[in-house]
């Protein structure tokens, strides 16, 4: 079993890339990297956890979270290695974001959440007479 469980705050914008070969379902390949700082304990320490979602999560990662953006995340952890400019191996530990929660007030949030294009109305809402319970 591979599985984390994360709540934390961004400690910078998010870096979102785009790919350049399209996906099979004809969308364009997206990740979004960011790191997470989560409280290590009640003195303030944190651990700083390297994250990365793709597709519709790396979307809403980008149109919604910024540095501070506290959120709640359900990941599996994914190792791996590359070589640097100055040839030494570097080794890295990831998280790949499976689920994201937004945790942060809505009202505290600068950008209301609320689908672009559309318009919201709110419906006629007949008296209780006409509903059929009550």
């Known amino acids: 079993m591979n599985k984390v469980e994360l709540i934390g705050r961004l400690t910078k914008d998010p870096e979102v890339r785009y790919g350049e070969i399209p996906a099979e ?7 979004a990297r960011f ?31 910024v540095r501070g953006s506290r959120v709640g995340l359900i990941g599996k952890i994914h190792t791996g290695s590359y070589t640097n400019k100055d040839g ?20 505290t949030q600068q950008d209301p959440i609320a689908p672009e294009g559309e318009d919201f109305l709110i419906p006629d809402i007949p008296d209780d007479a006409s509903l059929p319970f009550r």
């Open 88 to 107: 030494k191996r570097v080794y890295t530990t990831d998280v790949v974001v499976l689920e994201l929660y937004f945790l942060d007030d809505r009202s």
């Open 35 to 65: 790191t997470l700082a989560v409280r290590r304990n009640s003195k303030g320490d944190a651990d700083f956890i390297r994250c990365i979602a793709f597709d519709k999560a790396a979307h809403n990662v980008e149109r919604y979270l």
């Open 25 to 31: 379902d004809g969308n364009t390949n997206v990740s």
